[in-house]
């Protein structure tokens, strides 16, 4: 069987995510996201791992092949690294393949991750391009990557969350297509028990 995998905070999770995992599935068997506690190169996240969890699992719920794995946000450390990830991945299936789904915004940053030489040994990454970017810049790199090009949505979590912190009642609205309605609901109610 062929596995991909995405990690991240997914704070919060949006319909780029969900559109990275469709599009995903034409090339694998199973799609896992797998929520981290706290991203290595970032101080704290909005939303709690709780609320990340549930507004994954509405997100994923009517996507058939779509798993959410919380070995990172089981985890005892505070911060995981995508090595001891993608380990607890190959123990778990040890009979298929395991590829790492990167964003073209996260790929740039490879180098500075603990062990990359040794992930891209482990696994074979797959880098989903972003609207609007040059992937032909990352093609020409000898790392054999497989591209996969996302759905043409341009959204990212801290936008979401910027509109959703927003005092300006046409910002906080302007994040709903950004999300599915299961989420943005729940951000809604989420947002009123704040006050």
């Known amino acids: 069987m062929k596995i991909f995998f995405l990690g991240g905070t997914f704070d919060p999770p949006h319909l780029g995510h969900l559109g990275i995992s469709k599009v995903c599935l034409n090339h694998c068997d199973k799609f896992i996201f797998i929520p981290s506690k706290q991203n290595p190169f970032k101080n704290s996240s909005y939303f709690s791992c709780l609320d990340r969890v549930e507004m ?19 985890s005892r450390s505070r911060v995981n690294y995508s090595i001891d990830t993608i380990k607890y991945l190959k123990d778990k299936y040890p009979h298929d393949s ?12 490879r180098y500075d991750w603990k062990d990359w030489p040794k992930i891209k040994r482990m696994v074979d990454i797959v880098c ?12 020409i790199e000898k790392e054999p990557f497989l591209f996969i090009d996302s759905l043409d949505l341009d959204v990212s979590s801290s936008l979401i969350r910027e509109k959703f912190l927003s005092a300006d009642s046409d910002q906080f609205l302007s994040m709903q297509p950004m999300l599915d309605d299961d989420v943005f609901k ?7 028990c704040q006050h």
């Open 186 to 192: 729940y951000m809604v109610d989420n947002k009123k």
């Open 56 to 74: 994954l699992k509405m997100m994923t719920s009517k996507v058939p092949n779509v798993e959410i794995d919380l070995f990172e946000i089981n």
């Open 98 to 109: 395991i590829h790492m789904v990167l964003g073209q915004d996260i790929i740039g940053s």
């Open 128 to 139: 989903v391009s972003r609207p609007g970017s040059n992937s032909h810049s990352l093609k």
